[in-house]
DNA sequence: ACCAGGTGCTAATGGGTATTAGCATTTCCG
DNA sequence: CGGAAATGCTAATACCCATTAGCACCTGGT
């Protein structure tokens, strides 16, 4: 006990103090209902002398010969540290923690080898160790994906991914539902042109749900309220051009996908000595968690992330039993709307109002 | 490729396609520079075999051969997802996580069964499915950390811990000695009355490192610096208790143990017209991250909780190696210290003023 | 011709667990 | 009392890799 590194015991040496075989020992640690039985009175002697030893299974032994480790493990795909990120990933982490928790699951965090995330990597498919894995990150390596699904090791992304071939499991935030509702919330209200606006392009998947459940919301058929386009900047300096093409269209509302969009717009609104909302109605696409010093009470959704952490979780735990490997595999969680102040009905009930003409700055503002 | 759960391919399985042993491929995979041979055209026929199949060693196989699992175990105290712990310990996991990459390990989060925190529990001590573990928690079980050390199993305490027995192998902020720069530099700029204040009992380490700091700070046999005693209130509500007591005794500067406390003091005191630092200076000992909507730029330290994370990971990894298991065991980080605005030169030279009494604001806002 | 020493590889083993076929014993039932 | 069925366990094997002893062959020296 005190002294040397201590072998750990084993299951033979539990096996030699309680005159069983190794074999008899494994089948009192996994209580399977399976053919074989054991007499409580063996089981409890088993059981006893492996407290005595405090012995414990020998993980690598343990998911060599094909068992179960009770360790979830979570792969990101950009490092989950770099300080940049922290506000993202923690409350996924923190979701997971609890739910592993509950779940009677350790977590295992894959911190990649130094240089290079990458899952499959000369020695390092280290993702073996554990029974599964959740994947998160913004941009994955998507044969690498692939690759794994193809493997058949049981994993489930978090957040809404796609990729060629079979389906993958995942748990997404509902952007596209979110944002209808959000949408439909500005038309209820009174506006008639609402705009869609994003900075960068729309090709990754929360973008393009996003969009999608902004189209939803837009009547096709209906004249009064012209499908709103859906504008695309490249960087935040083009915010300005932007709120030209505001004025001149008559747009009321918009839709901001991201968070920092939403902010240059107000920003350059303001300066313009345009009022938010009274003149302009925006809403946020993106959730302004961490956002340091903005105390707008923005109208938009929040990314359930903790939740999306949990469910995944569950949805990991529950593919990794066998009999229900071909569960349903997808799960999408519902993003509450957040109120906040950033809406209100269209200036002039139907007409279009001129823009305010007052001595200021010109639009052009690079931050 | 596409199909079927496709077994990964083995060591045999290159062995085969190169006409080689196991063995051999094993020997060109793990570059001994010890025994055995291997000429570079056999070496460079399995490389290219490797290649071919997309050969990846098993880590469980792996680990189970050689021992090493190359997983470093976290396991806390208390929970560390309860939201309000969030801010403690993320800044540790961060150092960690950022450290464990560098070195190769994997961090294996253990979440605790459900109900009770127990390292030792119906003898499942998971913490063995690692190679070794990072302990963190104000207030952890020393019986559990006792009988961990007894086991021989490696770990190291991150934070400053003594247990009856043997020493335990930690990493700690250096309290002591910041809080006696700290105190140093209030009776540098002429206080001579200088009490320590804290709220709860000080009989936690880190609680018992900074009053020890304060203490070496305040010479004793120097008259003019009479001994600063040390101010235990039960809670913040005993705070007004504490300014009167500070008046009558002419006190000029309070080391505050806590960021609340001096939060507390700083309110109350404004309430009656005094102002800090003007008439009062204060030092606070706790660091106030996560501290919501308090923009008083306080003189004190930071915990260097994420270089502290760092370093343990770096010291347990040390421990790891079997030559170096006695190396040194106790670390410490320094403190930075924060010049913050909230010290200044006593309100009057050498004599006691009296606490101004006009209706206004005091200089420093909050928010 | 013989040996010493070097070279390049293989056979064998160990590491801890899960699983399965199967054996020995007991119980049940007619 | 005989056979069938149930019970309770074990032996054997697979999982995949690292390590080591040692074999077969070759070279150079005497």
Redesign the interface.
Known sequence: ??????R?PTQADVARLADVSQATVSLVLNERDAGVRISPATRERV?SV??EL???A????R??AGGR?R?IGVYTFE???P?TS?DFY?PF??GM??E???L???????????GGRQI???????L??ADGALLLGRYPNVEEIEQLR???YPFVYVGHREVS?APIPYVAADYARATQRLTERLFAVGHERVVYARIGNGDAQPSRDREKGFRRAVPAGDLRRPVGPVWTLESPDEVAGLLAEIRRAGVTAVVAEQHVLAQELLACGERQGMSVPGDLSIVVLGDSTGARGDDTPWTGLVVPREQMGRQATRLLVRLLKPAEEEAARCESVECPLVPGATVAPPPVPSRQRRPRRQPRQTGVSTT
Chains 1, 2 share one sequence.
Do not use: C, H, K
């Open positions: 006990m005190t002294r040397g590194p201590a750990r059981l492996i407290r405090g012995y414990v020998n993980a690598s032994a998911s060599l480790n360790i490092p989950v540290f300080t922290v923690f982490l923190l923690e609890q592993a928790a509950e009677g699951y350790d977590l295992l965090l894959f911190t990649g080898v130094a499959f990597r000369d020695g390092s498919t280290r073996a160790l193809d493997s058949g071939g």
